[in-house]
């Protein structure tokens, strides 16, 4: 965690892939449970896939990404994600990623 209280991504550069699926989806439930203000529960991947645009601002994700659950994402799909959100991260932004209200 940084000093802002929000989660600080590592360099997944060295980072197998199952791990790299484990960041994204640990990333994306803390985001989710930031959001909803339930510490607890993680994302429903059920309502979130078919309704993304409603839910997650496009400057969150890469250009034409269509998000999936990160358990089934392959590691390119994880690996494109994290070097979006490593390289947001990097260069200062001050959100990295959030989903519109819950």
Request: hydrophobic share 35%.
């Amino acid at each position: 965690m940084g000093d802002d209280g929000f989660p600080i991504l590592p360099d997944h550069a060295e980072i197998d892939s199952d791990t790299r699926k484990a960041v994204v989806r640990a990333f994306l439930n803390w985001h989710y449970q930031d959001c909803s203000g339930k510490a607890k529960d993680l994302v429903p991947w059920k309502e979130v896939i078919p309704r993304q645009d409603e839910l997650i601002p496009p400057p969150y994700l890469p250009h034409g990404l269509k998000i999936r659950e990160p358990l089934r994402m392959n590691r390119h799909e994880a690996t494109e994600l994290l070097d979006f959100w490593y390289d947001r991260q990097q260069t200062g932004r001050d959100v990295v990623f959030e989903f519109y209200s819950w």
